[in-house]
């Protein structure tokens, strides 16, 4: 069984009418179904943050690791028998 990302579900037969699909929704993404599966998400676009995303700078992620560092350790020697 599939996990949605969203309580708020639509079928395929209620995408015939999209607005409606928005307006009920209140803004939240929509799981849209098809035979009780999940084939995708329906995502208003005020759900979408309108900021830009940016790449984080080579400083930025060396900082991340060099933190991270200690608790992925363990985890990088046992890798290296592998």
Known sequence: MTRLL???????????DPQKVLDRAGGKPVAVLKNS?????????EAVPEEEMRYA??????????RRREIDQP????LKDK
């Open 57 to 66: 700078t080579r400083e930025e992620v060396s900082d991340v690791l060099a």
């Open 37 to 45: 599966r999940l084939v995708g998400y329906f995502v208003p676009a």
């Open 75 to 78: 985890v990088l020697d046992w």
């Open 6 to 16: 969203t309580n708020q579900i639509a079928s395929m037969t209620e995408m015939r």
